[in-house]
């Protein structure tokens, strides 16, 4: 099975122990920092609307949703949706990203997108391309990933498909690794230009103790705005 599509598949089998391990507060970058982080950069945007591209079981509708934010939230993988759904906190619906410009006129315009550790395909370009479309005027893409000074390891510092896992969660739950891939900081700014964005921020949420970084987080508008 080709990286993408096992990629895919593997957030049905992962639904269950990802959920769990999301809302147990097991991740621990999550709880140190990251998620606070895009929490802050989205809020500092003060947007009425928000599109949490590749929402998961919804965690950040639900916290965008407490400050009266409307939050709508799209994911491929069917139970996270309904997982997301019967936790409410928004709007949730099963789309994958390359459904997502088609789908543009009935979800409407965003003042700000947000990809939180959901950025995992290969050749992102088409699909940061079609978020245009789901755009306002001035709004703002924020993306939060794996850090790549971090995340590189021993490995070469180079793009390439990795495969997670999830034994960092420590949990023996999830019973299909995943196939992610790994793009420098050089290629997160030129996929981020190809697809016709300037970055207005870069941030690096660190470990607290340790001040390694943890993420890496981006905003980013319109290129022509
Ligand atoms: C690491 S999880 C992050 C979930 C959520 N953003 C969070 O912060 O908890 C990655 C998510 O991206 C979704 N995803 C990955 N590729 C996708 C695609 N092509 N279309 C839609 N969703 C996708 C997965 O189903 C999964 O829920």
Known sequence: MAPHDRLIK??????????????SGRIESRRLATAAAIEQALLALSPARVLDVGCGEGWLCRALAAHGIEAVGIDVSAPLVEAARAAGGGRFE?????????AAPRLGR??????????????IVPMLSDLHRLLAPGGRLVIQTVHPWSACGDEPYRDGW???????IG?????EPMPWYFRTLATWLADLSHAGFVIDQLQEPAHPDTQRPLSLLLVAGAADR
């Open 10 to 23: 593997s957030w049905t089998a992962n639904a269950a122990a990802w959920t769990d391990a999301v809302r």
């Open 94 to 102: 099963l789309l994958r990203y390359a459904e997502l410009a088609d």
């Open 110 to 123: 965003f003042d700000a997108l947000a990809c939180n550790f959901a950025l995992l395909e290969c050749d």
């Open 162 to 168: 990795r495969l997670e896992d999830f034994a960092g």
């Open 171 to 175: 949990d023996q739950a999830f019973p």
